[in-house]
């Protein structure tokens, strides 16, 4: 049993605080029983396991936690990312709210077969606030990092100047959102294959929650069905600005 | 100009960090510019505005602000209330994270022209962090207090035990949500006119996050278009779960 603040799997957990220890040891943490089963259904062994009371003085384990006092366990898992993929996937660039890019990550994973790409300028998806906010969904489908260039397939850029809502759109697809002051970049705009909009209400507010409008538009995507990538480009499908 | 941290605007700034000196003293606070402007926009007079620097020494406002520092502007309002109403509106019972509350509030500003009723056991939706994931729709469109007996319309319960998607419902309609684990308690379920889910894939999550799952209901309900109430109750539209 670790009795000692100076022990070093408590080390490494408190370094792991950090974006910056975590990308040197590559390394993250995961705490409470619903994210270490998640691991552990999705095949993941921890590095370390410290079970409050088993392995661990409670207070001490309580003093390494972001949730603070109570939680009752703590893995140490070595970070993974996805490759490229999938018939519906998901870019994000410039998401710097971690969690965000969590909920994002358990949206796509509920909703599309291919990872979350992440793109420059992206908040860590392995921060504690991340993997809380995947509810697991980081280990049954790890994030995959690439830039804009490098992704296949038809890419539609959310952009609220769009004149039209996604429609249908030859697979694979990528959706691709920006961060939530400055959107999508001029150069990822000017590349994209189809550029979309979610239809909102006049005298509302000017954009959606990202991780709102990933939903709707992985959900507008799936819904309007697919078609094979070598029949051509598909008209896109205009919709009443109804509500 | 403020330079004591004795002042009594100081002080009750303080004290609003906390939910029931909200409610006994009836005000919230807003902080930054945009949200101050948001409220402006809406038509809001602050009862105090506090402007660092002209008004109040900046180590002074950065002390009560709960962002930390750095906060330009911070005003204090009285807490506004809407009536039920609308085409379209949102139901939350349960939802205990402010972020969510927040989120939520802004979404359906965006996408139907009802307000947010809160429910029993919701998160304060004038906490600083509902606030401002709010984004400053908690001042356009500020959020409604009824238990479900109270709903008018169709009430559209997602559950994700329910066979269909929303499809096309009558109007007015309520689109009704639960907490993160919850979901919605049985008396709600069973007393709503229509049950809902939300198309998953498999092998995926059971559920989705709260807002998310709030921004693709009320998406759908809106997208397949509105029908008066006397027209009687719409067939629910099969839709196919690809993805």
Redesign the interface.
């Known amino acids: 049993m670790i009795s000692s603040p100076d022990n070093q799997h408590l080390k490494t957990i408190r370094k792991l605080a950090d974006r910056r220890w975590r990308e040197k040891l590559d390394l993250f943490t995961a705490e409470g029983e619903d994210l270490v089963e998640a691991a552990e259904r999705a095949g993941w062994e921890p590095e370390v396991l410290l079970v409050s009371g088993e392995d661990v003085d409670p207070p001490l384990l309580d003093e390494v936690s972001s949730l603070g006092s109570g939680t009752r366990v703590l893995g140490i898992y070595r970070r993974r990312f996805s490759g490229l993929g999938g018939?519906?996937s998901l870019y994000l660039h410039g998401v710097h709210d971690p969690?965000n890019v969590g909920?994002v990550i358990?949206?796509a994973?509920?909703?599309?077969?291919g990872p979350v790409t992440l793109g420059p300028e992206c908040a860590d998806p392995f921060s504690p606030k991340a993997v809380r906010?995947s509810?697991?969904?980081i280990f049954?489908r790890p994030p995959a990092r690439a830039g804009f260039g490098e992704l296949g397939g038809t890419r539609v850029a959310l952009d609220s100047r769009a004149s039209h809502p996604c429609g249908d759109v030859p697979r694979p697809a990528v959706l691709c959102l920006g961060g939530e002051r400055e959107g999508l970049p001029d150069d990822v705009l000017a590349n994209a294959d189809v550029t979309a909009r979610?239809p909102?209400?006049e005298g509302?507010?000017e954009?959606?929650?990202v991780?709102?409008?990933?939903?709707?538009g992985?959900?507008?995507l799936?819904?309007c069905?697919?078609r094979p990538t070598n029949a051509g480009a598909a008209p896109l499908r205009r919709?009443?600005d109804?509500?």
Do not use: V
């Open positions: 018939e519906l969690g909920t358990r949206t994973h509920a909703l599309c077969d906010a509810m697991g969904s049954a979610i909102l209400r509302g507010p954009s959606l929650n991780a709102a409008a990933a939903a709707i992985l959900y507008e799936r819904t069905g697919a919709m009443a109804r509500g």
